[in-house]
């Protein structure tokens, strides 16, 4: 079976290529993104594979289709970039839920810790023998309240890992699961608690800049706000005032609203023309990872075999728990009635 790969990079293609030989599939690698310009390329192929920043909208939806396409095979976790309700009767969509919760939560702590010690700035300054510590001044974490948004896999293992700092942690989602160690609160009150905050819930309608003018206002001076889940989680502009106006104290983030024409990309020597990313960029506060949380050998080994798994089922017409279900609206939890498939 023969997959159109899209937004292909070096660092995956071994990955997939090695797992794909294993399993009788053959992926042709684009490093151009899918969305409506570039669909043709997908003509012929049995299937196509996509990022997070794929465009997979309804007019590509159609063109695949058109194509004689039946499978999209996403190898990342979120699926907000994909038009399920268009695919229904057409195009069955695959995903991987979890490759490593642990990748995405380290980094997220990786960037907390490195944000309030400073260490981006230290790195800098002893790369040029400057051994002053002015502006260095960090704080501790231990006895402080950090506020978890989005208790699923990610975001459990973030509080474990804030648990392990000493640090007492509230959390708020939309579906509440057990309490392990935090306790459950309003997002109002989390929002006014917290000297950290961090974001690991779906984007969604609903979730939509859910950080916005109006949450920052209810925020800790100096609170510190970490985003490793989706960039339209928050306004960014917004986010840029609420750090111009001091409210903010430090912002990290690996994910950004406007990602998709400038992440995965090296734009070095060009002039960016995004004024709200280059101004949050060159604030001493702010750190910007460019969606890299998820890349770990453990995550990418993962990502691959899951793909491959779920693109074996699907063409071997077997049931697959990874398929996203958009008949019945309960698109990750369907019973699939239909001999285990969407339709
Ligand atoms: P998950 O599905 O296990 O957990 C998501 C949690 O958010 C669930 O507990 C759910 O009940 C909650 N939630 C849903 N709607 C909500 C709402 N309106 N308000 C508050 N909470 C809500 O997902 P997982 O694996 O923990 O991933 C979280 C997010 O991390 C993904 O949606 C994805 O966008 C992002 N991600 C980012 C990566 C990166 O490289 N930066 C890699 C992988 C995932």
Request: hydrophobic share 40%; charged share 25%; proline share 2%.
């Amino acid at each position: 079976m023969k997959i159109a790969f899209f937004d292909a990079k070096d660092y995956e293609i071994p990955w997939f290529t090695r797992e794909g030989d294993k399993n009788g599939i053959e992926f042709k690698f684009f490093e151009t993104k899918l969305c409506e310009d570039t669909a043709e390329l997908a003509r012929g192929f049995d299937g196509v594979c996509v990022f997070v920043n794929d465009e997979v909208n309804a007019a590509v939806i159609e063109k695949l289709y058109g194509f004689g396409i039946r499978v999209v095979a996403l190898r990342c976790a979120g699926y907000n970039n994909v038009a399920l309700e268009h695919c229904f009767g057409k195009i069955h969509v695959f995903r991987v839920p979890a490759y490593s919760p642990y990748a995405v939560a380290e980094h997220t702590a990786a960037l907390l810790l490195a944000s309030v010690r400073r260490i981006h700035k230290a790195y800098n300054r002893t790369k040029d023998f400057n051994f002053s510590l002015n502006g260095l001044m960090g704080f501790d974490l231990h006895g402080k309240t950090v506020g978890v948004v989005g208790t699923g896999k990610i975001g459990r293992i973030f509080i474990e890992i804030c648990k392990g700092l000493g640090m007492r942690v509230l959390a708020y989602d939309k579906f509440p699961g057990k309490e392990e160690g935090f306790r459950y609160v309003g997002l109002g009150e989390l929002l006014e608690q917290s000297d950290v905050i961090s974001l690991h819930c779906p984007l969604t309608e609903e979730t939509y800049h859910l950080i916005g003018e109006e949450a920052i206002g209810q925020m800790k001076k100096g609170v510190v706000l970490l985003n490793t889940s989706r960039g339209a989680l928050i306004d960014a502009e917004a986010l840029l005032d609420g750090i111009k106006r001091r409210v903010i104290g430090a912002a990290c983030l690996d994910v950004y609203e406007e990602e998709s024409d400038l992440f995965f990309r090296d734009f070095s020597g060009h002039i960016v023309d995004d004024d709200v990313l280059a101004r949050l960029i060159s604030m001493p506060n702010v750190i910007v990872t460019s969606h890299q949380a998820f890349l770990t050998e453990e995550a990418l080994s993962n990502i691959a075999e899951t793909t491959v798994q779920n693109l074996v089922a699907f063409f071997s017409d077997k049931p697959c728990e990874n398929e996203l279900c958009y008949r019945c609206g309960r698109i990750e939890d369907c019973k699939k009635q239909r001999s285990g498939k969407c339709f």
